[in-house]
C-alpha cells in the first residue's frame, strides 16, 4: 500500500464515514479521530477520540503519520467561539504538529462558503478572491491562508477542497449547481493524496452537473475527473425560468441560504 499511515480528522462525521473504508485500500494503518465516537475501529484502524482544540492530543495525533485528511471542525454556521476552537484553533494546532512532526502533506477541506458571495452569474477559478458568506467561510479562508504559509514558509504541501455539496443527494435547486456525489468526493481525496508536488493547490469539489460556477483548469494537474452528475435528480428540480427571483440574495449569491444568516450568538 502506497502510504503507512494516514490520518483522518472528522472520521465521525458525513464525509469521514465515506472515506473511512476507501483509505483502507491506500494505507497500512488508517488513524481516525474526531471528537464524537468512532464506533468500532477496523482491523488496520486505530481510533483516537481527541478535540482538535487540544493542543498537545492534536500532536500526539500527528505523530508518525505519512498525510492527513483534514475534515474536522464545525460544517455549518454556527458562533465565533464555538467556531474559533474547532476551526481555527484546531486547524492552527494541526498544522504546528504536522511541522513538528515532519508532515508533508495535507487535504484540507474548505468550503464553497469562502467565496459564497460570488454572484451566481460568475464563473470562479482557483485565483477567484475569496469572499466569505459567514463566519464559519471566514474560517476556510483562514485555513487556506495557514496552508499557504506553512507551503511558503515549511515546503507542507496543502490541496484546499472547496467542496460544493457533498450529500447523499441534492436537497434543492442550488445544490443541482454544487452536488459532489461521495464517489467524486473520495476519487478528489484520493488524487490530492496521490498527485507528487501538488504545492499549495485550490480546487472545487463538485461533480459533472449540467450548470457549473467552478472551472478546474488551474488544478488540472490533480487529474480529478468527476464520473457522476446531479442530472439524475433533474426531475426533482428543474432548471429554474430565466424569471428566477433576482432579488432574492439566497438566489443571487453563490453561498445560497448562507449569505442571509447573521453572526450567531452563543446560547
Ligand atoms: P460533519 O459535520 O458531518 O463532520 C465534521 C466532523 O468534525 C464531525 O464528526 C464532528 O464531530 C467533528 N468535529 C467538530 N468539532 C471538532 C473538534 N473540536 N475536534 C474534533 N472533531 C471535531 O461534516 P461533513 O459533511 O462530514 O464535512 C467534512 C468537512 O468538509 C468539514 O470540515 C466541512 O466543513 C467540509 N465541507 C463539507 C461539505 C459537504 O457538503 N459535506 C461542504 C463544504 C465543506
Known amino acids: 500500500k502506497p502510504f503507512r499511515r494516514l490520518l483522518l480528522t472528522g472520521a465521525a462525521g458525513n464525509l469521514g464515514r465515506q472515506l473511512r473504508a476507501a483509505l483502507a485500500h491506500w494505507a497500512e494503518t488508517v488513524r481516525v479521530t474526531d471528537i464524537a465516537s468512532l464506533g468500532q475501529a477496523a482491523a488496520h484502524e486505530e481510533a483516537v477520540q481527541a478535540n482538535l482544540a487540544d493542543r498537545e ?14 475534515l474536522g471542525g464545525i460544517s455549518v454556521d454556527a458562533p465565533f467561539d464555538d467556531l474559533l476552537e474547532a476551526n481555527i ?12 512532526h515532519g508532515v508533508k502533506r495535507v487535504v484540507f477541506a474548505s468550503s464553497n462558503h469562502a467565496i459564497g458571495f460570488h454572484p451566481v452569474t460568475e464563473v470562479l477559478d482557483a485565483d477567484s478572491p475569496l469572499r466569505p458568506d459567514c463566519l464559519y467561510g471566514v474560517t476556510k479562508c483562514f485555513g487556506e491562508s495557514l496552508s499557504r504559509y506553512y507551503f511558503d514558509r515549511f515546503g507542507i504541501e496543502t490541496v484546499c477542497l472547496r467542496i460544493g455539496s457533498s450529500f447523499e443527494e441534492p436537497k434543492n435547486p442550488r445544490m443541482m449547481v454544487t452536488y459532489l456525489s461521495y ?7 484520493r488524487c490530492s493524496l496521490f498527485t507528487n508536488r501538488v504545492g499549495h493547490a485550490i480546487v472545487y469539489g463538485a461533480s459533472d452537473n449540467a450548470v457549473k460556477w467552478w472551472d478546474n483548469t488551474k488544478a488540472s494537474f490533480l487529474g480529478f475527473r468527476p464520473k457522476d452528475s446531479s442530472q439524475q435528480f433533474a426531475e426533482r ?3 429554474s425560468a430565466p424569471t428566477a427571483d433576482r432579488d432574492d ?3 443571487r449569491f453563490q453561498g445560497g ?8 450568538e452563543r446560547a
Not at 441560504?257 to 450567531?264: H, N, W, Y
Open 249 to 251: 440574495p439566497a438566489q
Open 89 to 100: 484553533r484546531g486547524t492552527y494546532n494541526l498544522y504546528a504538529a504536522a511541522h513538528k
Open 57 to 70: 492530543a492534536v500532536h500526539r495525533l500527528l505523530q508518525d503519520v505519512d498525510a492527513v485528511v483534514h
Open 257 to 264: 441560504a448562507f449569505v442571509i444568516g447573521e453572526p450567531m
Open 183 to 189: 464517489r467524486d468526493f473520495i476519487e478528489l481525496v
Open 237 to 239: 428540480f428543474p432548471p
